[in-house]
């Protein structure tokens, strides 16, 4: 049962990235993968996020506690870099909360703001790495 637990995670995250780099459209489309930590703190369990950009629209998965309390994420960026996402929990103690924030191209980082995430509430930095997936210009 940990065994299978363990793999949906990884499962969601092999999906995700098949379908956003099919959505990306022939030879000219690329996709952004990108995560945060979220540090445990006293009385306060932490938790990472993983997703995918293809275009505006953002996608991936979070995790608290190895990978036994998971939420999706999903969300959006606008022509101005500005981003919202949130997170919905598949698993009872998943990862709740909405991040917004605008993302530094050139830096390859975004910084935004968690909210509604009760004791992680606060500022945020993400990393973004460009992966280029159908060979044509990703810059």
Known sequence: M???KSLIPAAMMMASALVLSACAGGNSGYVVDGYANFRDKPGCPGFSVHFARTGNVLNGTAMRDGVDKVSTLSGSVDALNR?????TPVDAGGPTGKISGVIAPAAGTATGTITDAGCNNGPVQLRF????VGGGNAG
């Open 2 to 4: 940990n065994v299978q």
């Open 83 to 87: 981003f919202q996402a949130s997170l």
């Open 129 to 132: 790495m460009p992966r280029n």
